[in-house]
């Protein structure tokens, strides 16, 4: 059996998704005071359709030095990291060269820890 991993999203007028909730509840909350629609779709395509829109929005540029990107090489930078609160969403994420990116997170120390059962 294969797992799919599904998450609760804002979405567009447009019928996109542009924010990927971090639990139901939030969704429910923000959509009852917000007034935008939500949906449930794969976490895989949710994060997809988020990275497209943000590539377009770029129109191919890194949007923190301008160099040149493609869809490909582009790295999805979130402003403030999913571990400080933040979310994947188009209002928190960039377009990013590979150097930008590693840039960004030049300060940043991951702390790995093992999983408790």
Known sequence: ?????????????????VRIFKSVRSAWTQASQGGFRIAQMTHQTAVQHIRHQIFVRSKGFCEECGSVITESSMEMHERLWRGK??????????????GSHKFAHRDRAPKFSRRKP
Request: with cysteine.
């Open 85 to 98: 609160g933040g979310e994947i969403s188009l209002e928190n994420s960039i377009a990013a060269c590979k």
């Open 1 to 17: 059996m294969i797992y799919v991993h599904t998450v609760w999203v804002e979405l567009s007028p447009e019928g996109l998704p």
